[in-house]
């Protein structure tokens, strides 16, 4: 597709259940990156990948949350044992180059809308 | 590491009025500094954005932002607002030299009322 693409749109899940969430992003782009964003927080840096690796993890919140991305192209972001605070809309944007090059813009999709019951 | 302050979270405005978001922003180091805007039911897209040069920078729609490095700021303002300017704002910074992890300040939700 022409944007990215994130899938499910709505995730409703009980406490203590996996999910998954995906990520396509914009084809040829190489670097990628998950965020969160709940209710007045802004936007949280979760992780970014360079192609299949992920050289920075520091935003991740916990053990519970892992990402893995295959082939440079598809993400996917698991959240194990979810709690209610993991409610939020998860954000994954890319864009067209790595490394030291950082004046580009990100594209980011429409976010996963992730509910804790 | 570096931080981003927008100093309101709701900013009610009448159409036609001009309006100005404020940002200010903390690093150690140089920093690149960009507006993104939220549309409702909409992912983010990135309004304007500062890097080198001219302090002023425009959008195509109207918006203008102007990078005070002595006060740390990259206000956001328009000096006429439509109905369709209805939206959240956020105000974000990146290291230079990095790798375009973006800090986002909290966000303001400009409403425009008729």
Known sequence: GAGVSQSPSNKVTEKGKDVELRCDPISGHTALYWYRQSLGQGLEFLIYFQGNSAPDKSGLPSDRFSAERTGGSVSTLTIQRTQQEDSAVYLCASRTSGGGDNTGELFFGEGSRLTVL | ?114
């Open chain 2, 1 to 114: 590491a570096q931080s981003v302050t927008q100093l309101d979270s709701q900013v009610p405005v009448f159409e036609e009025a001009p309006v100005e978001l404020r940002c200010n922003y903390s690093s150690s180091v140089s920093v690149y500094l960009f507006w993104y805007v939220q549309y409702p039911n909409q992912g983010l897209q990135l309004l304007l954005k500062y890097l080198s040069g001219s302090t002023l920078v425009e959008s195509i729609n109207g918006f203008e932002a102007e990078f005070n490095k002595s006060q740390t700021s990259f206000h956001l303002r328009k000096p006429s607002v439509h109905i369709s300017d209805t939206a959240e704002y956020f105000c974000a910074v990146t290291r230079v030299g990095g790798y375009n992890k973006l800090i986002f300040g909290a966000g303001t939700r400009l409403a425009v009322h008729p």
